[in-house]
């Protein structure tokens, strides 16, 4: 375990709530027709990262699937047991880009009331499936606001069809829409060489030594947040693997054994807290500063 480190920024530790057949684009995803007929292994992936959260006493924050939600209410209804917020990332995965502005609003509006209505409170976050807004969807914040959330985390600041977000920085940042202010919470990037990338989540997680990734988390930690990313399948190492080219196949299951072990390295170095205490505390800070 690291964790000599002395911080105040917290960690946010993100779960996208998903099967493992959630991959987009490519050649094995299965169509939603036959989402109903595939054995799902969702609840094996998802209580082992609870109970390494519990054993952390760390708090995340579930980006669900509302397909998985409506299939598995339990476990929502689990998550918040264990003290976590719940948040949406769409009812079927998704790409915005694709979808156009009517059915995106569609979307994160009947994603967000069927959580609400599992779980009985408010939510506040919504997570793109696949990161997929881009400068075809000029209308994304202000839809995300226009359909009450409070937040977006899904914003990768090293990739290049984001540049277009107004004010965009690696740390926690407002936007104002016609619908009133939004929170975005970035995917938490780190510098190598003259390159961000974001190493604490899907394939350079994966990648990446656990240790260059535990010297980059503390780098992170001296001035923002550091946010997580990861599924229920990176914690499910028997979770069948579906067809796909062979760098996709590269970058989706490469050393998925270690992730465990540098998830426990990141969970050491700081306070992991729900997303929306996070936004709660700046909110007050920010305005006591006014
Ligand atoms: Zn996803």
Redesign the pocket.
């Known amino acids: 375990m690291g964790g000599s480190l002395q911080v105040n920024q917290p960690g946010f530790y993100s779960i996208?709530v998903?099967d493992y057949y959630?991959i987009l684009d490519v050649k094995g995803t299965p169509s939603l027709k036959s989402w109903d007929l595939i054995p799902s292994r969702v609840e094996k992936g998802l209580y082992a990262h609870f109970d390494l959260l519990d054993s952390c006493q760390a708090k995340a924050t579930c980006f669900f699937?509302g397909y998985i939600a409506r299939r598995f209410p339990a476990l929502v209804k689990e998550a918040l047991k264990r003290g976590h917020e719940v948040a949406s990332?769409g009812m079927y995965?998704s790409v915005v880009a694709r979808q156009g502005k009517e059915r995106f609003i569609q979307d994160a509006s009947s994603s967000k009331k069927l959580l609400e209505d599992i779980s009985g409170s408010e939510v506040l976050g919504w997570r793109a499936?696949?990161f997929s807004f881009d400068k075809s969807c000029p209308w994304y914040f202000e839809s995300l606001a226009q359909c009450d959330y409070k937040y977006d985390s899904s914003l990768l600041p090293n990739r290049r069809k984001h540049q277009i977000v107004p004010g965009i920085r690696d740390a926690i940042f407002e936007i104002d829409t016609t619908h009133g202010k939004l929170f975005e919470i970035p995917i938490s990037v780190a510098r190598l060489a003259c390159l961000k990338i974001s190493m604490f989540g899907g394939c350079y997680l994966r990648f990446f030594p656990r240790s260059l990734i535990s010297v980059k988390a503390d780098e992170v930690l001296r001035t923002r947040p550091l946010l997580i990313y990861i599924?229920p399948r990176e914690l499910d190492m028997e979770h069948p693997k579906i067809e796909m080219n062979p760098l996709r196949r590269f970058k989706s299951y490469v050393n998925l054994e270690s992730v465990e072990a540098k998830l426990r390295e990141l969970l050491s170095k700081t306070k992991y807290i729900r997303i929306s205490d996070y936004i709660q505390s700046y909110e007050m800070v920010h305005k006591s500063q006014q």
């Open positions: 996208d998903e959630h699937l990332h995965h499936a696949g599924h």
